[in-house]
């Protein structure tokens, strides 16, 4: 048989991914799936041949008919599902974020660290689904080889065309700038050391009370600046751009070709075409090549992307992101020692 993997959590990604590995991801099979609404679970699991609905998470991860388990619960849970995956030695793929905090992060890399002390394998990786897209992965193979010379400043823009209304501005540092902190750190492979966070004038839109968009800045610590607009209710569409500019050249991703102008609201439709709606559909590629790999290199008891320090140094970026916005202050990471 090939890979049977239990998927914990069947909300909007989880059942994106069940179908996905049903679909198009060849050697992996879903066994179980599991979630806090039976209904939705047992939803899920009927359009899967042979998918069981396990009502307890732990003992889906804890079943020898398991070899690896993805999880796509809310993040509150994340922790104890992957500390048990450790635990069972289950290959496990996270969706971000890899815990709630910094501290039960390194938590996590402790515990998978005294894992691979024993056996040589490792066992997390963390959902950061951008790595896998081609023009990300073009994007950084072009960084690394020098084809721009130093790199010294990227500049980011996330927008999501609405969110829903219990989306507050820390939210938009921890569930969508988290996104921009594993790409900063993977295209310049170097950590982040300090964050300040700006809040512009408000959109109209924006959730009552919330600060929409804001302006995020990152210091590496090579001493390059990666600045990132967030703007969570633009009402146009999904637009992820990222540009690094160097000292010999700048290079720009995510401009949907042909998009040449994007408004919404009365004067036309809400997106244009050539953006896409959400993540499923920007990234929908990116996900596939991240679940065939991550099944192959699991069919082999591994992972083969971002891992536990990757998570753990997103929450870290993220938690003086969040002190950032509060205080309105420059706010150093405080990470550990590699
Ligand atoms: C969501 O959780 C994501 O991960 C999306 O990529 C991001 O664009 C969105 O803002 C988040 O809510």
Not at 266 to 284: H, K, L, T, W
């Amino acid at each position: 048989h090939g890979l049977r993997v239990a998927v914990l959590g069947v909300g909007m990604m989880g059942a994106d991914h069940v179908a996905r590995l049903h679909s198009r991801i060849s050697g992996a099979e879903v066994v179980t799936v599991s979630d806090a609404s039976a209904e939705k679970a047992e939803q899920v699991a009927a359009g899967v041949p042979r998918c069981r609905v396990v009502g307890d998470p732990l003992a889906a991860i804890a079943d020898d008919g398991v070899d690896a388990v993805l999880v796509a619960t809310p993040g509150q849970f994340h922790e104890e599902q992957v500390l048990a995956c450790i635990e069972h030695g289950k290959p496990v793929l996270c969706e971000k974020p890899l815990t709630m905090d910094a501290d039960s992060s390194i938590a996590v890399v402790r515990a998978e660290d005294a894992y691979t002390a024993r056996t040589g394998r490792r066992l997390v990786q963390v959902g950061f689904m951008r790595r896998f897209d081609p023009e990300y992965a073009q994007l950084r193979a072009l960084v690394a080889e020098g084809g721009l010379g130093e790199p010294l400043i990227v500049h980011c823009a996330h927008r999501n065309a609405a969110v829903p209304p219990h989306f507050t501005s820390e939210m938009m540092v921890n569930d969508s700038v988290v996104h921009e902190v594993d790409v900063a750190r993977f295209l310049l492979d170097e950590e982040i050391a300090a964050v300040t966070v700006l809040r512009p004038r408000a959109t109209r839109h924006a959730v009552a009370g919330q600060s929409d968009p804001l302006l995020v800045l990152f210091e590496t610590t090579g001493g390059r600046l990666v600045d990132v607009e967030v703007f969570v209710s633009t009402g146009v569409g999904y637009e992820v751009r990222t540009e690094v500019v160097g000292e010999d050249g700048s290079a720009v991703i995510g401009l949907d070709a042909g998009l040449l102008r994007t408004s919404g609201g009365a004067a036309g439709p809400s997106r244009s075409a050539g953006i896409a709606p959400d993540f499923r559909v920007r990234f929908g590629r990116a996900y596939d090549v991240e679940l065939q790999r991550w099944a192959d290199a699991a069919r082999r008891g591994g992972i083969d992307g971002p891992g536990a320090w990757d998570g753990y140094a997103a929450q870290a970026v993220c938690a003086a992101g969040v002190e950032a916005l509060r205080t309105g202050r420059r706010t150093e990471v405080r990470l550990e020692q590699r």
